[in-house]
Structures are given as structure tokens and as C-alpha cells.
């Protein structure tokens, strides 16, 4: 599919995508900003029972859970904003982005990291005979990954796995693709490519996977697998998972790391000084102090 008539295309379904309004726990419909991006507040247990019922519902479309590292990509990536513009729901799998959320009002938002909602959404989707499909990382990682799943939650549903070629594929491939995913009769395809690969690559085809609904969760599938050692709790809870992951690969994630970071922090002081300036000026006496 040609560039333009895929971003057309998606941008319809997307539009379409979000007339239903999504119910996240007790801050139902509320939405925060974070560097030009729309993310939904939730906690772990609100966005696992709006995927389920999402995915119970039909309706596909495609969550997208972006970082630092997404949302200051999707400053210079125009396919990547366009991505999360159109996404049903942008969750917050990074603490720097969810400490953001908290400080520009939204009190109850908390990270929702992908292989934590993965997992979670698999139990949970037990009881209600919900089918999944892996798509991305190698043939490896993926037999792994089913063995676990399969042992952690023995009555899940895993129809399908595909292993995609490491090059950019052309329209036809894509279309075949999407057409083994409808065919399973997935309810979800777990997207493992990694950003922003994962975010254009449902994004583009949104509308093909309906009534499947896609979310991209990165190195989810590593994690899962055990390929790949994951922070240990504690680093988690405090915000440090990604110093874990900088130090067990270095050389790949040092820079990006250390560069998105940087500008995360350029970005979001004038869009929180911004903030707390106009809750000054709210506040009550305000005017009166003005005068």
C-alpha cells in the first residue's frame, strides 16, 4: 500500500476508532497531554479491563505504549505522531511519562509496561475465551514464549505466531499477514517489532486486522521468553528499570537512552512551567493579588 493511501485509510479507522469513549478506572475518559502526545490514564487493572473488553468488543484498532523514548521519537518521526494520533488508546510504559501525567493533574495515572499488561490481559482473557497471536521477534523467541504462556495460564488461547522478515515489507507481504492474523480469529495480536516499527506497522494496518485488535509491546516477547533478563522489582518500582536495561546492553541502548532522555527533560520543563504558571493564576486571590 502506497504511503499516502495507507496514512488516508488509517486515519479513518482511527477517527472511527475513537467515537466509542474508553472507561479507564476512577479517571473515566480522562486524557493528559504529555509533549503533544494523548495518553489515557490508567493504572494496571483499569487498562487490562479495557483491553479485554476492547478486544470482546470487535471493533479492533491499536494501543500504543510509548515512553520516553516514543514520545520524544514521534517529535522528529512525522508517520510515528500520525501513529499515536490515531491510536485507540497510548499508555504509559515508562515512569518518566507517567510522573509527567501526575504533575499535569491527572493523579491517578501510573505505568502500564508491556510485559506487565501482556501477561495480565492473557490471564484475565482466560475466563472469557479470549484468542491471541504473536507477531514479531524470531521463530526462537516465540516457541519460548508459547511454552511459558502456556504453563503460567494453561487455559489460554494462543492461535497463531509469525516470525516477519527483518527488512520493510512490501504492500502484498503486509496483506498476507493481516489476512493469517483475521483468519486465526484473534481477538488481540501482540505486536513485538519495537518502536517505532511496531506503532506504523499497526498503524497502517488497523483497518486490515479488524475485528482483531493489535497492541504493541516492544521487548515484551524477550522479557516473557526469558531471552532477556528483566529489571528486578525493585528498580521497577522506582523508576529505574531503564538503568537495567543500559547496563545489560550497552552499546545498543547507551545513546538512546541518554539522548532521549535529555530531550525529555528539554521538552517537558516549558510544558510543566507552563502548567503550574496557569494553576498560579487560578488559584483563588489570583486576581485580587494582580490588582
Known amino acids: 500500500m502506497p504511503f499516502g493511501k495507507s496514512r488516508v485509510e488509517s486515519r479513518r479507522c482511527g477517527a472511527l476508532l475513537k467515537t466509542r469513549a474508553l472507561t479507564m478506572g476512577a479517571d ?15 493504572d494496571m487493572a483499569a487498562a ?5 473488553e476492547r478486544a470482546l468488543s470487535g471493533q479492533g484498532g491499536y494501543a500504543s505504549l510509548a515512553g520516553v523514548h516514543g514520545v520524544v521519537t514521534a517529535q522528529h518521526r512525522p508517520q510515528l505522531k500520525s501513529a499515536l494520533d490515531d491510536a485507540w488508546a497510548n499508555l504509559a510504559d515508562g515512569e518518566p511519562v507517567a ?7 491527572a493523579k491517578t495515572a501510573r505505568r502500564v509496561a508491556g510485559p506487565d499488561l501482556m501477561p495480565s490481559v492473557i490471564d484475565a482473557g482466560q475466563t472469557h475465551g479470549l484468542r491471541h497471536f504473536m507477531f514479531g521477534s524470531t521463530p526462537e523467541v516465540l516457541e519460548r514464549l508459547g511454552d511459558n ?15 516477519p522478515p527483518y527488512r520493510p515489507l512490501t504492500d502484498e507481504e503486509e496483506r498476507q499477514i493481516t489476512d493469517q492474523i483475521r483468519s486465526s480469529g484473534a481477538h488481540i495480536v501482540w505486536v513485538g517489532l519495537g518502536l517505532p516499527k511496531q506503532d506504523e506497522w499497526m498503524w497502517r494496518n488497523a483497518s486490515r486486522l479488524t475485528p482483531c485488535m493489535a497492541l504493541g ?10 531471552t532477556k533478563p528483566r529489571a528486578p522489582m525493585w528498580m521497577r518500582r522506582r523508576g529505574l ?51
Open 28 to 42: 473515566a475518559n480522562l486524557r493528559c497531554t504529555v509533549l503533544g502526545v494523548e495518553y489515557v490514564v490508567a
Open 48 to 52: 487490562t479491563t479495557a483491553v479485554v
Open 99 to 105: 510522573w509527567m501525567m501526575r504533575r499535569l493533574g
Open 149 to 163: 504462556l502456556h504453563r503460567w495460564y494453561p487455559q489460554a488461547k494462543i492461535v497463531g505466531t509469525m516470525s
Open 217 to 226: 509491546v516492544g521487548a515484551a516477547f524477550d522479557f516473557l521468553a526469558g
Open 241 to 291: 528499570e531503564w538503568l537495567h536495561r543500559v547496563s545489560s546492553e550497552p552499546r545498543r541502548l547507551g545513546w538512546r537512552y541518554a539522548s532521549t532522555n535529555s530531550e525529555f527533560v528539554v521538552r517537558a520543563t516549558p510544558q510543566l512551567m507552563r502548567h503550574w504558571s496557569r494553576k498560579v493564576l487560578e488559584a483563588p486571590g489570583a486576581m485580587r493579588s494582580r490588582r
